[in-house]
């Protein structure tokens, strides 16, 4: 159902009680309002049980509250929990949680689809259709808030933005969510839990650096060869690796903060000493740590995970160079919730 009325948490928390004093109200019942939009999550004017109904009615006749709804919830036999989510213009995303011993982490998306075109990828077939709002950002981690606590009897503990969608081609949502997760006014998360994965857009890698952020940067490598990389990650035509190295140094100057290379290694395509070797080199530029990531097939054969004796080989020589390496096995594959197998299948 399209319509009208604008969506009331577009509105900051000063527009919100600029609103009321407006109405002829006090400001006060704007921070009444903001905090069960944000705060307690409300999905519609009729919960808010401290405001009276009249001005209940006069907000249903001005605003919507733009609210996703969960339209399937998947549970993988690890845990593993995916939703397929609705927006309000029944467009489709994925979020997945991820529980492990220690933590229950978020994995959520920043836009419908995706513009870039990883070849290994499942979301790059689903053309980008828009960006998701700030707000829809922060409804995903709500529920995935609840069903952690739920069916895990824990709250959530981390977020990474590894979901559908580049966040950094969505930036200024993707901030205003996280704003939102980290406030006290909104969920109180650390922004030391929130990884933003990106593949790599140099322009983007310094604002945030510039916006002094205080969450952490993930960087989706695959190749420091930049041959290899444009024949998997096209995109690296325009954002070559050199471009993309000088934005991690400033990064790093600016923040001090290590950077993680998400790295898939595949047969015949990168398993070879000579790219280990550029990994090497390429994470002297900045501190930085690897994370080797199981390949998860997405349906045709052309990527093929690499034989453990090629894993082996990263490790070794990336140990024996003194940077951290950790391999990350996949989670939920039997529902399609795997990185980079989110394509609204369903
Ligand atoms: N666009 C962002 C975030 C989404 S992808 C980015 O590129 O980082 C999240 C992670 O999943 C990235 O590291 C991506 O390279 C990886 N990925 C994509 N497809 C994959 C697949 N089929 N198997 C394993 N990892 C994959």
Redesign the pocket.
Known sequence: MSTTKQDIRALTKEQLRAFFVKEGDKAFRGNQVYEWLWQKSAHSFEEMTNISKETRQMLEANFVINHIQVDTMQRSSDGTIKNAVRLHDDLIVESVLIPTATRTTA?VS?QVG?S?D?R?????RLKRMRNLNPDEIYDQVVAIDNESRLYHNRPLSNI?????????MNYKNVLEAIDKITSPEGLAMSPKRIVV????VPKMIKKMADDNVKFKL???L?SAIDEVRTSI?PFNATFPLASLREALEYWYTKTKNRITY???VWKGINDQRKDVDALVKFCKFAPSKVNL??????DDGE?QQAKSEAIDMYQNVLEANNITVTIRR?RGKDIDA????LANKS
């Open positions: 994995c920043s995706c870039l990883c290994f990828c499942a979301t790059a990474v933005f590894m979901g559908m969608g580049e966040p950094l994965s990106t593949s790599g993930a960087v989706s695959h990650m998400e790295y898939v990531i199981e390949y998860n097939p997405i990527f996949s795997a990185c980079g197998q």
